[in-house]
């Protein structure tokens, strides 16, 4: 399943599913960006990063994908697990602003056994 | 070994009141921060502070104060509380780029 994160939507997907969570990043400046996961009652985790000089990166079960042109950013989850049902949050640094990093909306990731 | 740790976890209180949240880190880390989540879930960064310097204040009320005694702890102040203060509020702290996160601190205005 696929959602775009603006203001906090769901996606649900069954388990053994791949899953898509998009986002809009605002700052054409920015050259660095993180996805972080948050689990209930919890605080944010560093899931994976990726630099404006790369268009894909891969890990553990996640791929994240950088489109510039358009300022679009997604995680995919392979063969996503109950465990992997959280809020995904994008974040984007502010190189001219002390490079602090913003967060985007979020996206609820909901997963069905 | 927690990484970031923040107390009080929950926090209850009238408005009006003034109230510390606390803030360590242990990972030697040179940049400290504060963040407020909604209850829509979104994450909104107050301030930072790196070697004891403010460094982004975002548009906060100057109710809130953000003290840091050194470079391991960051504490938030909030005074005369009002009921849109009640948010969860997180301490974050990042060497580079990636920012490890707290438990977070529920703080409730009734």
């Known amino acids: 399943g696929e959602s775009v994160g603006l203001h906090l939507p769901t996606l649900s997907v069954q388990e053994g599913d791949n899953s898509i969570i998009n986002c809009a990043y605002s700052n054409s400046a920015s050259d660095y960006f993180i996805w972080y996961k948050q689990e209930s009652g919890k605080g944010p985790q560093f899931i994976i990063d990726?630099?404006?000089?790369?268009d894909k990166r891969q890990g553990q079960r996640v791929t994240v994908l950088l489109n510039k042109t358009v300022k679009h950013l997604s995680l995919q989850i392979a063969a996503t697990q109950p465990g992997d049902s959280a809020v995904y949050f994008c974040a984007e640094n502010f190189p001219y602003n002390n490079n602090d990093m913003r967060f985007g909306a979020g996206t609820r990731l909901t997963v069905k056994p | 070994d927690t990484a970031v740790s923040q107390t009080p976890k929950y926090l209850v209180t009238q408005m009006g009141n003034d109230k510390s949240i606390k803030c360590e880190q242990n990972l030697g880390h040179d940049t400290m921060y504060w963040y407020k989540q909604d209850s829509k879930k979104f994450l909104k960064i107050m301030f930072s502070?790196?070697?004891?310097?403010?460094?982004i204040n975002e548009t906060v009320p100057n109710r809130f104060s953000p003290k840091s005694p050194d470079k391991a702890h960051l504490n938030l102040h909030i005074n005369s509380l009002e009921l849109g203060d009640s948010a969860v509020y997180f301490c974050?702290?990042?060497?580079?780029?990636?920012?490890?996160f707290g438990p977070g601190t529920r703080l409730t205005v009734t």
């Open positions: 502070y790196n070697n004891k310097e403010l460094i």
């Open positions: 974050a702290s990042s060497h580079l780029d990636e920012q490890y």
């Open positions: 990726i630099r404006s000089n790369m």
